[in-house]
């Protein structure tokens, strides 16, 4: 008896698969792989610092303990629009919220350079 007939008298039919299955794989691989690296951040872009013509400095500041980003950004640009300020250093930096820790290291936007 033959491996392919060993059930019950019947063949198991080889799979093939189709132009069109092989596009969909392709497709689905494809998306899994975008997914995949969005997912690692796999050729994101960098913080705005890393994107200027590599001339650019940057002065950077450490949080002092109970100093939340508006009270920095009151203090390093006293007038400005604290909103403003606040929002340049989060893009800058990179950070997903305004919230600061002791300590933080934070890069400050050169136009508030003093």
């Known amino acids: 008896m033959s491996a392919m007939s060993y059930h019950s008298g019947y063949t198991v039919p080889r799979l093939r698969i189709t132009r069109r299955g092989r596009v969909v794989v392709a497709i689905m691989i494809a998306l899994l792989l975008a997914?995949?690296?969005a997912a690692f951040g796999v050729g994101a872009f960098g913080a705005a610092a890393g994107t200027q013509?590599?001339?650019a400095t940057f002065q950077y500041v450490s949080v002092?303990?109970?100093e939340s980003l508006w009270q920095l950004a009151v203090s390093i640009a006293p007038h400005a629009d604290p909103r403003d300020?606040?929002?340049?250093?989060?893009?800058?930096?990179?950070?997903?919220?305004?919230?600061?820790?002791?300590g933080q290291r934070l890069?400050?936007?050169?136009?508030?350079?003093?």
Do not use: F, M, R
Request: glycine share 6%.
């Open 35 to 37: 997914v995949t690296a």
């Open 85 to 102: 300020v606040v929002a340049e250093i989060v893009d800058l930096n990179n950070l997903s919220t305004a919230e600061v820790q002791p």
């Open 64 to 66: 002092e303990p109970g």
């Open 107 to 114: 890069a400050i936007p050169s136009k508030y350079n003093s």
């Open 53 to 55: 013509s590599g001339s």
